[in-house]
């Protein structure tokens, strides 16, 4: 079936600093990804969808320019928490649309942050 | 646009039977069904793509009214591994998106 291979697994960064969340779509072409936020005991609220070679669209609320998402190819899309802040620390966990494969909606595995 | 679970929380002990509901104020394209582990991601569990459509795997089954626009998740006879949060999730009809709700959480006693 379709996987998702979402890296890292966790990562704990000082506050101020940038992190990168990969997620790579091993054997499908995934054109469109979903990223979501996790927060402790709650749901996954979805903050943007990307589209391969387009700009990203974002949720109400979630700032763009703090949340940077490249989709540059049908394999690989990823988000990068810039100036992160303790308010940051989440599960980000990313989607890729299979469309009729998989029920449509392949998830990786998660990305826990920790900003310190 | 969330879709609307109860209850909440649910605690049983093993063997006992549960039901989740799910409903949405927008017409629904499809429901799917997923539980998580905590500190997990998501398990998908099933997805119901037409009004009355009915599906199940061993002991978790789920239905789908459309023109009610909601969804139950059955457990019967309950185990242990059943432990978890369940969420609905909804596509939009005319979006891709797929729009979690706000979980329900099942605890099994022995």
């Known amino acids: 079936g379709a996987v998702v291979s979402q890296h890292p697994s966790w990562v704990i960064c000082k506050s101020g600093t940038s992190v990168k969340i990969e997620c790579r779509s091993l054997d499908f072409q995934a054109t469109t990804m979903f990223w979501y936020r996790q927060f402790p005991k709650q749901s996954l609220m979805l903050m943007a969808t990307?589209?391969?070679?387009?700009?990203?669209?974002?949720e109400q609320g979630v700032e763009k320019d703090k949340f940077l998402i490249n989709h540059a190819s049908l394999t690989l899309s990823t988000l990068t928490v810039t100036s992160a802040h303790p308010e940051d620390s989440s599960f980000y966990i990313c989607?890729?649309?299979?469309?009729?494969?998989?029920?449509?909606?392949?998830f990786g595995s998660g990305t826990r942050l920790t900003v310190v | 646009q969330q879709p609307v679970q109860s209850p909440q929380a649910v605690i049983l002990r093993e063997g006992e039977d549960a039901v989740i509901n799910c409903s949405s104020s927008k017409a629904l394209y499809s429901v799917h069904w997923y539980r998580q582990k905590h500190g997990e991601a998501p398990v998908f569990l099933m997805i119901l793509l037409k009004g009355g459509e009915q599906k199940g795997h061993e002991k978790i089954s789920a239905s789908f009214n459309e023109k009610k626009q909601q969804s139950s998740l059955y457990l019967t006879a309950s185990q242990l591994s059943y432990s978890g949060t369940y969420f609905c999730a909804s596509v939009i009809q005319g979006a891709q998106k797929l729009v979690f709700g706000q979980g329900t959480r099942l605890t099994i006693n022995p």
């Open positions: 990307s589209n391969e070679g387009s700009k990203a669209t974002y």
């Open positions: 989607s890729g649309l299979t469309g009729a494969r998989n029920y449509g909606y392949t």
